[in-house]
């Protein structure tokens, strides 16, 4: 495990900024956690670190939530993840993860700006009703959800894009939310572990962490059950525009 303390100070505000997501604050939290994390390891062995403890938040995320959740759009879009995640192991080796990371980001961008000019441009005010279950878009972006997920930490974006028109319940949007990403965690640590990235020293790293995760997690839940429709939607795509700048930084980057 890492003696230096100048790697617990990056790591503590990175697992706070990702316990405050998996609460529901939004996916560009968990965006920076990752970053954050990379300035004192590799980006490979952050997200390594960071996935027991992802699992572990969603298991209290999962409670906090139980509740809620829309399955109709969970069936919808599991399939594609799922697929997305195994096409994310049989080609990492091959598919830069900056490319993927570069696409996503300006669809999203493009996404988010076009919300922000329906309801805050010149022609705010009219009412745009909920989009329908669309079984060809959910595959579509839940296969981009699971391959992002796998290969860049990306998997939020894409699942926003589908999942934000429908328009839920803020509750019933965050349950949804979280019950995706857990089953997509839970799915990634098979492949992980085949690819040697789980290691004894990364789980044990993950293990000294594991503490500040529940607090993070449960603040962010709190904040979301006390959000008015008005305020959760405008500041979930604010937080989708700078997950995606975020993304294509990175890309860019790399």
Known sequence: MPQDLSFYYAAVPAVLLVGLAKGGMGDALSLIGLPFLALVVSPLEAAAILLPILVFMDM????????YG??????IMLPGAILGIALGWATSALVPGNVLRVVIGAVTILFCLRYFWNNF????????PPRGQRPVAAGLWGTFSGY???VAHAG???FQIYALP???EPREYTGTSVRFFAILNAIKLIPYFALGQLDTQNLATSATLLPVAPLATLAGAWCVRRMKPQIFYPFMYAMAL???????REGLGG
Do not use: E, H, Q
Request: charge should be positive; aromatic fraction near 8%; charged fraction near 15%.
């Open 156 to 158: 939020g974006a894409p």
């Open 242 to 248: 700078i997950a995606a700048l975020l993304i294509m």
């Open 121 to 128: 441009g010149p022609s705010a005010g009219k009412t745009i």
């Open 70 to 75: 829309d399955w109709a759009t969970l069936k």
């Open 60 to 67: 209290i995320s999962l409670v906090i939530w139980r509740r």
């Open 166 to 168: 429908l328009k839920l």
């Open 148 to 150: 992002g997920s796998f």
